[in-house]
């Protein structure tokens, strides 16, 4: 399975930004997928996550109405949106794929594959 992110880049305090994510594979549709970042000097950590089908999604206190996950199983595509970004959004953001749903959707160990990552700056 192939994770791949896009839609990063430099925005300003307050502006939206929407990220990507695909996943290889015919049961992309299957997969619980989470979104995590890491900031400079900080370890990373979880930003949000989003069941099989949609119908669950969860987020860090931090987002929890900034950021809305969905997802298209039809494109094997998951939309992270991200509105009113702050400063401390900064980091590089990586989309993973969980085949088995794990509860501990908040647990970097639930999720067997990653992308690369993209960077997601805004500056003030």
């Known amino acids: 399975v192939q994770v791949v992110e896009s839609g990063g880049g430099v925005v300003q305090v307050g502006d939206s930004l929407r990220l990507s994510c695909t996943a290889s594979?015919?049961?992309?549709?299957?997969?619980?997928m989470g979104w995590f970042r890491q900031a400079p000097g900080e370890e990373r950590e979880f930003v949000t996550s989003?069941?099989?089908?949609?119908?669950?999604?969860n987020y860090a206190d931090s987002v929890k109405g900034r950021f809305t996950l969905s997802r298209d199983n039809a494109e094997n595509t998951v939309y992270l949106q991200m509105d009113n970004l702050k400063p401390e959004d900064t980091a590089i953001y990586y989309c993973?794929?969980?085949?088995?749903?794990?509860?501990?959707?908040?647990?970097?160990?639930?999720?067997?594959?990653w992308g690369q990552g993209t960077q997601v700056t805004v500056s003030s």
């Open positions: 989003i069941s099989w089908s949609g119908a669950s999604t």
């Open positions: 993973a794929a969980d085949p088995w749903g794990n509860i501990h959707y908040y647990k970097e160990a639930s999720y067997d594959y």
């Open positions: 594979g015919r049961t992309f549709s299957q997969y619980a």
